[in-house]
């Protein structure tokens, strides 16, 4: 992938690296339940806070300015620094896609932003840490994601790739697309009125593999512009293949158990992303209208 071929500069970064983290460490999540989605918010997820309605989105004058002067630290060096371009590109990419497949359908897109970030920082959705993961946080329309996140996929997943990464980025991307839409809406109001776990559980499975399918339209978009190649599309199947639920449990627990998936099974998660590449229609990514058994 030759991402750099990509459109910059309009990637609305936030870039908080080398903040030093924020006091208190993260998001607490307890329980059985909890466990499960801690483990799988470390890969491509809402965030865990919003997840759980925890969260408090206020800051202090004291964080706000920490948090200010880092990022004009930051940024004053991003030129020479290769993560925070390849974030931009991504980002503009994204946003650009999405925006002109709004434009078509007679929709006003909002681009999403981009807050980059070390250790920990503090979010409309509460504190992020770096053992949350890349996540989207809806209540600010904002990606969060911990650039170290990636030597950890490399290391932990057995995979990475440019485009692999960029995966990671647009899946997030595609929460915020779906946010846009109203559908994240509806999936927490369907969550809310669900008569088991297992249910609620499934509204959040729809959710996931749309977004899985949302990444690949994007790569779709831009598969000739950023000469995309069959071994980076293998790279981002193999990244599917080793968040699905399944495994993430089998790695873990060592057993499965179907009805706590919240993202998706490997097979599954293959299946949406590669609908998304293959077709680049974001009308095929309807997860919701299907029979869950058929995803």
Known sequence: MDWKNLPSGGGGIEDRRGGGG????????????????????????????????GGDGG????????????????????????????????????NGVWGGIFKQ???????????????GTQGGCGV???????????????????????????RQLGGGGDFAYSYVVAHEVGHH?????????????????????AQANQASVRLELQADCFAGVWGNRVKD?????????????NTAQAIGDDNLQRQGAGRVVPDSFTHGSSQQRIKW???????????????????????
């Not at 840490?129 to 329309?141: E, H, I, Q």
């Not at 697309?177 to 776990?197: K, Y």
């Not at 512009?225 to 199947?237: E, L």
């Open 105 to 119: 359908a007679g929709r006003t897109y909002t681009p999403a932003r981009l807050v980059l970030y070390t250790r």
């Open 177 to 197: 697309v779906q946010n846009e839409l109203g559908i994240a809406d509806q999936v927490e109001r369907e969550q809310r009125s669900a008569r088991s776990e």
């Open 22 to 53: 924020v006091p208190g460490g993260g998001i607490a999540i307890g329980g059985i339940g909890g466990l499960i989605i801690a483990l799988v918010a470390m890969f491509f997820g809402i965030d865990p806070g919003a997840i759980l309605g």
């Open 225 to 237: 512009q950023a000469k995309i190649t069959q071994a980076d599309v293998q790279n981002a199947i």
């Open 273 to 295: 992303f590669t609908t998304g590449f293959q077709t680049g229609d974001p009308n095929k990514c309807d997860t919701f209208n299907q029979n869950y058994n058929q995803l």
């Open 59 to 94: 800051q202090t004058q004291t964080q706000t300015q920490t948090q200010s002067q880092a990022q004009a630290q930051s940024q004053s060096s991003a030129a020479t620094d290769e993560s925070y371009q390849f974030m931009d590109r991504i980002m503009t990419s994204t």
């Open 128 to 154: 992020a840490s770096s053992a949350s993961g890349p996540f989207y946080c809806p209540l600010d329309n904002k990606v969060y994601i911990d650039t170290n996140f990636f030597s950890t996929m490399q």
